[in-house]
């Protein structure tokens, strides 16, 4: 499958989002592939936690399998329940993986991205994930 063009798909937060597990982040892509690595933008455009900045990517792909880097240019972060932006630092890097059903013309993976914290002196790194799956617009 080619790649390059635009795309329309949706992130799932996972549990461990709690209030927001089950809901929908809706996002378009603009993708430029050569061989089998890509880059290009994803614009949040719909749903919860959207993020005002595009976000760059850059991935491979083989065969049927994908993976990708998606990182926005701002830190966004919740805390006491609201959306925070720290314009002098990116977000984190979040990294993408699935397969595509050629089939249906779809590609559908798992997201994660690691946060780290501190507690009584000890850095936890739990992970945050979800489901995500795109497909090409028409």
């Known amino acids: 499958m080619k790649l ?20 929908e982040l809706v996002f378009e892509m603009n993708i430029v592939q050569q061989d089998n690595l890509f880059k290009g933008e994803c614009f949040d455009i719909s749903g919860t936690g959207i993020n005002r900045d595009p976000a760059t990517i850059e991935g491979t792909l083989h065969e049927n399998r994908i993976s990708f880097i998606k990182q926005y240019p701002t830190l966004y972060y ?7 932006i720290d314009s002098s630092k990116k977000g984190k890097e979040i990294k993408y ?4 059903d050629e089939d249906a013309q779809v590609f ?6 690691k946060n780290a914290y501190r507690f ?5 790194i ?5 489901k995500w799956e795109m497909r090409k617009s028409q």
């Open 120 to 124: 009584l002196w000890i850095f936890k």
């Open 126 to 130: 739990p992970s945050s994930s979800g």
């Open 78 to 84: 919740y805390k006491n329940g609201q959306t925070r």
């Open 4 to 23: 390059t063009g635009a795309w329309t798909g949706a992130i799932v937060y996972g549990k461990m989002y709690r209030n927001h597990a089950g809901k």
């Open 108 to 113: 559908k993976g798992t997201w994660r991205y």
């Open 97 to 100: 993986e699935g397969v595509c």
